[in-house]
């Protein structure tokens, strides 16, 4: 109900403009149906409407620098995400965000990897977040590190699509092939979405072979190449 949601929330918000949660929503509502440019626009003049930005509105910085991300703006997503730390250090949600970004795109990699430990420290039994941190190890080739985390991620959340993939692609790194195979079963079972489920059964016929393997190499590049020349950002390792 996707519409009758939008349409109610919109009229909350257009009688309340300050009211976070309702903006927050609203949203969210739109991010669901992939209306991100939509959901930006909406944070953004609330955003824009507020005199002094404070610690509570870290969750509204937060949900603008997601769809930015998902705009392809990671610039001004990036400036979202530190100013929503400047607010409020520390929180668990953001610290895992960027920080997981930052090791994906090969940039920032020791604050990276120093923002994901303290999110888990913070929360341990969060799946998602220790999830990012075993991959995180897996994108710096630390990989019996990666089987560690991602094993304890399986078992927080056993139900996640990427994460069984994410710890199969590790088993296989440490020469756990059987197990890695398994896991992929595992994953497809769990109802990932089209993308990810093509690059499963990819995985299932042919293993992590060279030509995935530079496939995802050639893709990382391009985002490194992406993020350098937007942000000047280099890697910290």
Same mark, same amino acid.
């Given at each position: 109900?996707?519409?009758?949601?939008?349409?109610?929330?919109?009229?909350?918000?257009?009688?309340?403009?300050?009211?976070?949660?309702?903006?927050?929503?609203?949203?969210?509502?739109?991010?669901?149906?992939?209306?991100?440019?939509?959901?930006?626009?909406?944070?953004?003049?609330?955003?824009?409407?507020?005199?002094?930005?404070?610690?509570?509105?870290?969750?509204?910085?937060?949900?603008?620098?997601?769809?930015?991300?998902?705009?392809?703006?990671?610039?001004?997503?990036?400036?979202?995400?530190?100013?929503?730390?400047?607010?409020?250090?520390?929180?668990?949600?953001?610290?895992?965000?960027?920080?997981?970004?930052?090791?994906?795109?090969?940039?920032?990699?020791?604050?990276?990897?120093?923002?994901?430990? $303290?999110?888990?420290?913070?929360?341990?039994? $969060?799946?998602?977040?220790?999830?990012?941190?075993?991959?995180?190890?897996?994108?710096?080739?630390?990989?019996?590190?990666?089987?560690?985390?991602?094993?304890?991620?399986?078992?927080?959340?056993?139900?996640?699509?990427?994460?069984?993939?994410?710890?199969?692609?590790?088993?296989?790194?440490?020469?756990?092939?059987?197990?890695?195979?398994?896991?992929?079963?595992?994953?497809?079972?769990?109802?990932?979405?089209?993308?990810?489920?093509?690059?499963?059964?990819?995985?299932?016929?042919?293993?992590?072979?060279?030509?995935?393997?530079?496939?995802?190499?050639?893709?990382?590049?391009?985002?490194?190449?992406?993020?350098?020349?937007?942000?000047?950002? $280099?890697?910290?390792?």
């Amino acid at each position: 109900e996707v519409d009758a949601s939008e349409s109610m929330l919109r009229s909350v918000t257009e009688r309340e403009p300050a009211n976070p949660t309702a903006t927050l929503a609203l949203a969210g509502t739109l991010m669901r149906a992939d209306r991100y440019d939509e959901a930006a626009v909406t944070l953004d003049t609330y955003i824009k409407g507020i005199a002094q930005l404070e610690r509570r509105h870290w969750s509204i910085l937060y949900r603008r620098a997601i769809a930015y991300d998902n705009l392809k703006r990671w610039p001004e997503a990036e400036a979202d995400f530190l100013k929503a730390l400047e607010l409020f250090p520390n929180q668990p949600q953001v610290l895992n965000y960027l920080g997981y970004t930052w090791v994906d795109m090969g940039i920032n990699l020791d604050r990276g990897l120093e923002m994901l430990n $303290t999110a888990v420290d913070l929360r341990p039994n $969060t799946g998602y977040i220790v999830d990012s941190l075993g991959w995180a190890h897996y994108r710096l080739e630390n990989y019996e590190d990666a089987v560690q985390h991602l094993e304890e991620a399986v078992l927080l959340t056993p139900n996640d699509a990427t994460i069984i993939d994410h710890l199969g692609d590790a088993y296989w790194q440490v020469g756990r092939k059987l197990e890695a195979r398994y896991k992929w079963s595992q994953a497809l079972d769990a109802e990932p979405d089209d993308t990810l489920r093509t690059t499963i059964e990819e995985k299932l016929k042919d293993g992590l072979t060279i030509n995935l393997l530079k496939k995802a190499e050639l893709e990382d590049a391009s985002a490194v190449e992406g993020a350098t020349k937007a942000t000047g950002n $280099t890697s910290a390792n």
